[in-house]
Antibody, heavy 124, light 107 residues
Framework: EVQLVQSGAEVKKPGESLKISCKGSEYNFNNYWIGWVRQMPGKGLEWMGSIYPGDSDKRYSPAFQGQVTISADKSTSTAYLQWNSLKASDIAMYYC?????????????????WGQGTLVTVSS | DIQMTQSPSSLSASVGDRVTITCQASQDMINYVNWYQQKPGKAPKLLIYDASNLQTGVPSRFSGSGSGTHFTFTITSLQPEDIATYYCQQSDNLPFTFGPGTKVQIK
């Protein structure tokens, strides 16, 4: 069964850096795009960007471009979402999700398998 | 960005009722519209992809239809376990965007 397991909840101070992870298993990690989705407290879903681990091709939402970095490590089947300087407005649940269709064009597909979410809290 | 306008924002229906949610896109789509269910405290779950395809393992009471700018999600017979918020999403044009969600409750 396809699984995405995310790293645990984080509590950080404003200005600190953070890298959260998403480990995929039971499928060919290199062949499916992985996306990141933000959900602020009590709010809806926002697509942040996606990465194709096979060649590290990336697509970002303009709203998040320059604010976060998405990366992937094929050797460990792990995708990452990284901030260089956290703000209070980054408080949210962050989900990784595997796109439904395989291949380099597969980002034009729904998010078929989801991680459990990583809660990021930023507080001084 | 493509805006996805979802309605209603909430609804209350009885067990066994037919429930319909609509999503209007701000421009024509090539049917890359997906529907998700999110229960409180849980990750979203893909129910319908590419407008009308049922994700593996999803009960057949869920269905989707539509084309162009108008898309519909239907639960043919509402069950107590269907209490959740439902989101449409377009994966047709970057950046991919979600509708604001429809909260479904039992009357």
């Amino acid at each position: 069964e396809v699984q995405l397991v995310q790293s645990g909840a984080e509590v950080k101070k404003p200005g600190e850096s953070l890298k959260i992870s998403c480990k995929g298993s039971e499928y060919n990690f290199n062949n499916y795009w992985i996306g990141w989705v933000r959900q602020m407290p009590g709010k809806g879903l926002e697509w942040m960007g996606s990465i194709y681990p096979g060649d590290s091709d990336k697509r970002y939402s303009p709203a998040f471009q320059g604010q976060v970095t998405i990366s992937a490590d094929k050797s460990t089947s792990t995708a990452y979402l990284q901030w260089n300087s956290l703000k209070a407005s980054d408080i949210a649940m962050y989900y990784c999700a595997r796109h439904h269709s395989s291949g380099s064009g597969g980002y034009y597909s729904g998010l078929g398998y989801w991680g459990q979410g990583t809660l990021v809290t930023v507080s001084s | 960005d493509i805006q996805m306008t979802q309605s209603p924002s909430s609804l209350s229906a009885s067990v066994g009722d037919r429930v319909t949610i609509t999503c209007q896109a701000s421009q024509d789509m090539i049917n890359y519209v997906n529907w998700y269910q999110q229960k409180p405290g849980k990750a979203p779950k893909l129910l319908i992809y590419d407008a009308s395809n049922l994700q593996t393992g999803v009960p057949s009471r869920f269905s989707g239809s539509g084309s162009g700018t108008h898309f519909t999600f239907t639960i043919t017979s509402l069950q107590p376990e269907d209490i959740a918020t439902y989101y449409c999403q377009q994966s047709d044009n970057l950046p991919f965007t979600f509708g604001p969600g429809t909260k479904v409750q039992i009357k």
